[in-house]
């Protein structure tokens, strides 16, 4: 009954229905000729030695990446790229418009699922890449750009499992991708102005001034993590050579300026955010990594995850082996089309916050988000974990897809419909980009296979739907925010010229004390100078005084043993001469018996030997 009152079912829009949300059709291109795709590309997954054939794009496709920067969109709304992987025997149910923007695509397998997936349809995009392009090509026209505007921007790769959105963003071994590109983009521009300690941190959304003790525990934070991460300094530094010889990046150093660079990494893994730099409780076992779930809030409109690790770096070497170690964290596994799947979404941010002397702090962020591939569960056979991954997987893909299509929709209509952004935690994650403050870069990768036709119409559908988007307020270029130590209350807007002869003042102060520490430390030689002066005079009055003393004593020694040994000698002389008298007397009676003397007397000088009498 209901039914018939309220009159046909107005259709319900979606991004995976049948219905085509691609370019209108009035006015989409008519290509005079189908171009074929891929007519000489092979296959070039399995090679390693490094030929992506980027020289040939850039002057063969120089018209798109100039068509990309004049365009006037780039301002209204998100970018939408498509990169097609290259693969040896390419669907002809694809093909290009005359001006290389529009893929065309229909059916040629009969056994398409609907009649509306056989028709042909026409998906619009910033740029098309074919499978011939490389790395380079991809970094220049799609992110590079996005990284000199200094603004925050997400870039998100989007596609089916296996069609090349980890090796877009992180690259191999031999190619670099978007992110190390980027890291060494963002270091190169900040060199003459990279502060060396962590003084600012963005804790809670927010931009705070770290006391030294905080600064301290930050740097340990560093140290400890980078002490887990592999050791990649010959990858590095060959990374480094292949993207120093694919750009030239400039360094744009401003006076009075401080710039500190932290990174954080993060996956949503069956719908629970964890954090994959975080500390593990024991150094040496990667494997007792505590997985505890965080939690997103938001601050004053800024999304930010409790808890959340991030890590202060120095150098892009720094922040790309704390990218490995996150890498080597995050949820993989091998699936029916890809042995080596996401099975998590993955989002690597890296913070730049600046300080000038003006007392502002400004902080721009690149996140960078790996979306894991959408899956088709019910033909592939896949079961257990993998299938409750990959339904995780879909439905917050389905979730994103929502939120883009309520975003372009709210915008066109200007309604307010609540966009369902609470519904998956990626979108919670993602929702500053998704209602255009800031800017959002995707790049949508393609296997052109016959096998993925449907799934691919899926993902092109969900392209254009965010291509779409016009996004009616203005970008928030930066977020920024005066040091609230020098002012807490809100009048304090009005009083810039009171903060900048507050910070005079502090200038001046720091200079005082300068100066009053290098007198002080002057005047503290001249004193230690002087003590060092006092205290050798002194030591050798000392032992000058020392040295007489000891010399008048042994003289009056020698001086009283002299005498001594004298009278000695004297009286040993005398007894000498008394013995001598005596022997003479002998001599004499016994030369003449009739003297006085007796016999007797004679006798006792007989028994009386001569001694020698020491006084001693
Ligand atoms: N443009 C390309 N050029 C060369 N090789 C590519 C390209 N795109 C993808 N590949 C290769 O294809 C394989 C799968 O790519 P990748 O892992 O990036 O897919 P994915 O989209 O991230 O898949 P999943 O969603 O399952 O994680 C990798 O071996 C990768 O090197």
Redesign the pocket.
Known sequence: MSDLNEGPMREKRSFIMARDPSVDRRFRPRPHKQLRLFDDIHE????TDGS?TESEYASNAGDDATSVDDSSEVDTGPQVFL????VSVASTGYSLSDDGKCLITSAKNENSSNNVNRMEKHFGFTSIFD?S???RDIYDICVGPRILEEECVTIM?Y????????????G?QV?AGVIPRGLEHIFTIYLGNLYSTPKLKLINGCIVFLQDDATLREMQISMKLLNLCPDINAQHERLRQEIKSDHTFETKTEPDLSVMIWVSFVEIYNELVYDLLSIPPRQDNLGAVQRKPLKIACNKGQVFIKGLTTVFVKSSEEALRLLRLGQQRST?AS?S???????SHCVFTVDVLKYSRSGMTTQCSYKFC??????RVNNTGTIGLRLKEAKN?NTSLMTLGRCLDAASTSRKKSSTDVIPFRDSKLTMLLQAALLGKERLAMIV?V?PLEKYYEENLNVLNFASIAKNIVFKEPMIKQHSTRYSGFFDNPKADGQYDYIKALEEDNISLREEIDRLKFDHVLKMQLLEERLRKELTDTFQEMLRVNKKQWEEQSEKQKLMAEREFEFKLDSQKRHYEEQIEDLKDEVDYLKNPASETSIESIDEMEDDPIEIHDDE
């Open positions: 070039s997954t399995e090679s992506d990169r097609l992987r290259p499978g392009v490389g790395q790769t596609g089916t499992s296996g069609s090349g959105k980890t090796y877009t963003l992180l191999d190619r993989y699936t089309v890809n042995s080596n799947s996401s099975r790996d979306l894991a591939g959408s899956e997987i990768t296997t």
